[in-house]
């Protein structure tokens, strides 16, 4: 059974206490501290991650990771590697479905807002596993653009969202469309025929 759920919790738990807590990240405004207490808030607080859907309690979402980001560093970030078997997000049935593409995006988050990185070389179940997520992810994502764009992910498959000619085809590894399709388009290894202005639109879900 596959755990990259699992492995890239543990990953990203190592990485934030490398770089410490006020490196930067992909996350606008965010350091480390803040991204590692916004996963906290995930695992443990679903009171403060309604907010997320529900635009009126986002204030009380906010507070509660400000809160937590202010907690020491090292105590945030181990409850970032030790989620609470009870967690809505987190447990053990919702775990890979839940969390493989959520970790992959945060670690790769920090990763490539250092200087020198370098994409992974990623096992293959981990790129199908991504792969599968795409199907969903780039659907939501691309959608808003109003115009109809194709993935295509060499040794993996094609996907069009959209109906007609595409404006923009986007080829790249599954993780770096992944990448791409959660927003982070400025560090997502793809290449782009068509349509360039995809590259700087919004698409964070």
């Known amino acids: 059974m596959t755990d990259y759920a699992r492995t890239e919790r543990r990953l990203l738990a190592d990485l934030l206490l ?3 807590p006020d490196a930067p990240t ?3 405004g965010w350091a480390t501290r803040d991204l590692a207490a916004h996963l906290v808030v995930r ?3 679903p009171d403060a ?4 859907l529900v635009p009126p309690l986002a204030g009380h979402g906010e507070h509660v990771r400000r809160a937590k980001a202010a907690q020491p560093y090292e105590r945030v970030v181990a409850e970032v590697r030790t989620p609470p078997w009870w ?3 987190s447990n053990p049935l919702l775990d890979e479905l839940a969390n493989t593409v959520e970790y992959f995006v945060h670690h790769e988050d920090v990763r490539r807002a250092q200087p020198g990185w370098e994409p992974r070389a990623l096992d293959r179940g981990e790129e199908n596993a991504l792969w599968k997520a795409t199907k969903v992810t780039a659907r939501l994502a ?3 653009l109003g115009k109809p764009v194709r993935i ?3 040794g993996f498959g094609v996907l069009q ?3 007609g000619t595409p404006a923009a085809t986007v080829t790249g590894a599954p993780g770096e469309i992944v990448l791409f399709c959660s927003g982070r388009q400025s560090v997502a290894r793809v290449e782009i025929a068509g349509d360039e202005s995809i590259r700087t639109a919004k698409l964070n879900m």
């Open 26 to 28: 992909m996350c606008a």
């Open 43 to 45: 695992d443990r607080r």
């Open 161 to 163: 969202v959209g109906d």
């Open 87 to 89: 967690s809505p997000v």
């Open 18 to 20: 490398e770089v410490g």
């Open 49 to 52: 991650m309604v907010g997320m």
């Open 142 to 144: 691309l959608r808003r």
């Open 152 to 154: 295509e992910a060499p």
